[in-house]
């Protein structure tokens, strides 16, 4: 089973992102100046967005736990949740959404998405990860709403998105045993 506890430093003591983390500055996703909403992110990879000269707010709503809090509490965040992103609504819309294991607790998941599709602008990207039964949340949690590929895949589709891809990835490296589904959607407009 995933462990959070055993990844979130690395040995100089910064946060540690994961592979699929890094993918989108592999990918090209983020350059400087892009406004970029990373949704239940825990502030891992806000910080390297910050970093990189993004301009990223975390909309998040925020854990008890006290080091989750001391360390998104400096970072650019909004306490809400996607389901309510109604203080979000008539600012100016984000060229990037990232979504890293926080859809699959989304109590209305098509809501959720739709609500990310209004923020995104034409053009914009969704990227995110849902993990794979089993691998970071027991399958029969209660707290959980898995899905499959296609049903990913469906789930994008109906608001308007187009998926430019889904796949197997890990958390840890690019030959780490998967425990998610990568996936990226763009938001119809212009590029």
């Not at 909004?78 to 100016?92: F, H, K, R, T």
């Not at 709403?145 to 890990?170: K, P, W």
Request: hydrophobic residues 40%; contains cysteine; proline residues 4%.
């Amino acid at each position: 089973m995933f462990n959070w506890a055993e990844i979130q430093r690395r040995a100089d003591g910064k946060i540690l992102l994961l592979y699929r983390h890094e993918r989108i500055f592999n990918e090209g996703l983020v350059r400087p100046g892009m406004r970029v909403l990373d949704v239940g992110g825990w502030g891992v990879l806000a910080r390297a967005l910050l970093e990189e000269g993004a301009i990223c707010t975390i909309l998040d709503t925020f854990s008890e736990d006290q080091y989750y809090s001391e360390r998104v509490k400096a970072l650019p965040h909004i306490v809400g949740d996607i389901l309510q992103a109604d203080q979000l609504w008539g600012q100016e819309q984000f060229d990037v959404i990232t979504c890293f294991e926080m859809l699959e607790h989304c109590t209305d998941q098509s809501r959720g998405v739709e609500n990310m599709y209004v923020l995104l602008k034409p053009g914009g990207v969704l990227v995110g990860t849902f993990p794979i039964p089993g691998t970071t949340h027991q399958v029969d949690d209660p707290s959980v709403t898995f899905l499959n590929r296609e049903e990913l895949r469906d789930l994008l589709t109906a608001v308007g998105f187009t998926v430019l891809m889904i796949e197997e990835t890990g958390s840890m490296t690019k030959e780490a045993e998967p425990s998610s589904l990568y996936f990226k959607a763009r938001k119809p407009g212009k590029e």
